[in-house]
């Protein structure tokens, strides 16, 4: 059996184009409210700030076209995690 894990197995890109940019601005937040969770480009847990969700779903489109997410590890439930704004970023922390 696996063990739930938030890890990925290496991505390569499947051509040479320009792969796009996760802007590091969708993470900002000034309170927990601000957050939200998502999923990163091979479907693992990401902390966003939600007013960006948009232009990071657009982001996740083009980018999942170029990469090759081979054999991801089973990764922990989203209910097992939640977002909070940690020193103006949002951020995954377990439920405790």
Not at 38 to 58: D, F, Q, V, W
Request: proline share 6%.
């Amino acid at each position: 059996m696996i063990a739930a894990s938030v890890s990925l197995a290496n991505t390569e890109p499947k051509n040479i184009t320009q792969k796009p940019v996760f802007n590091e601005d969708w993470s900002r937040c000034k309170k927990d409210k601000d957050c939200m969770i998502t999923e990163g480009p091979c479907g693992e847990p990401k902390a966003i700030n939600g007013a960006y969700s948009t232009p990071h779903r657009e982001y996740l489109v083009k980018v999942q076209q170029m990469l090759l997410c081979q054999a991801l590890v089973q990764h922990a439930s989203h209910e097992a995690l939640r977002v909070k704004c940690v020193k103006g970023k949002c951020d995954l922390v377990p439920f405790r």
